[in-house]
């Protein structure tokens, strides 16, 4: 297949264009802005590799400039999604660019493959978090969406707009929700990577609330490779689930970074709590397991690669806490941590 790949410098994407590129014969164009969160570096892998390099193109650009992705659409056979704003704190803040790129982009994308002259398989990577907390049970693909962060609410128009442009115009179209992700590669605002890069420099962990947030884990080459079989194998039309069946409190993610660099619990501190915080998310991952894919890298093993990875990778995680990450942090945590009690 020739794929359109958006977003594919940012953590999940990139994972998905080394991951693909390695066990098919694809050719990848990569559509990334290069904002905060997308970084080229994450593809040095693969422009580092003569066997890969060759069927991958880069283009800097924004999913929502129709003058760029039309052409890009034109000349392939899917287009896989990835681009987003994606942290909650960061929506929080400023929701703007969530719906530019969530809303906005997601339009301009859809358009692009509706004009195309030629058949265009559509992938729209989603999130767990548009169905809201989920208290107890777990979520299928036929629940109602209740997104309750400004992040989870543009993914969640985006899937509206999805799913109406295939009613309306019989687009191929797929979505894929995945399960809470962490690896290698992840932008150190994220919990996990922000936990191991700050236990490392004996700073302070700010937890959240009482840290019991349960969440599912995925380790990510597991949704790079989820999304690329529901890419191949997903009905059209159709939302799949990549649950990881991996649930841990964020007290409990945070004992164990701690337990594998062997630091001392006294660096956690409880901060106040961010607003409308959902307390769990927990998915049925039956609907894609039936059709035949199943995750298979536990949660102990996938933190184990992490914190390895993390630890020998400190030049591509100490340049991005820096410059404009200062700014961020103190905004963020600044007077949090001066509010902070012991965890």
Known sequence: MKLLVTGGAGFIGSAFVRRRLAQTA?????????????NRANLAEVEANPDLSGRMRFVLGDIADAGLVEPLVAQVDGVVNFAAESHVDRSILDAQAFLHTGVIGVHVLLEAVRSADRPVRF???????????????????????APRSPYAAAKACGELLVNAFRTTHDLDVVMTRGANTYGPYQHPEKLIPLFITNAMDDQQLPLYGDGLQTRDWMFVDDHADGIGFVLDHGLAGEAYNLAAGQLRTNRAVTEAILAGLDKPWELVRRVPDRPGHDRR??????????????????????LRRTLEWYATRSDWWRRLKSGEWDAYYRTQYGTRLADSVSA
């Open 26 to 38: 694809d050719e990848i164009v990569v559509l990334d802005k290069l904002t905060y969160s997308g």
């Open 123 to 145: 992938v729209q990577v989603s999130t767990d978090e548009v169905y809201g907390a989920m208290e107890q049970g777990l979520s299928t693909e036929g629940d109602r969406l």
């Open 281 to 302: 998310y927990a998915m049925d991952g039956a609907k894609v397991d039936a059709l035949g894919w199943q995750p298979t890298i536990a949660f102990d093993d996938g």
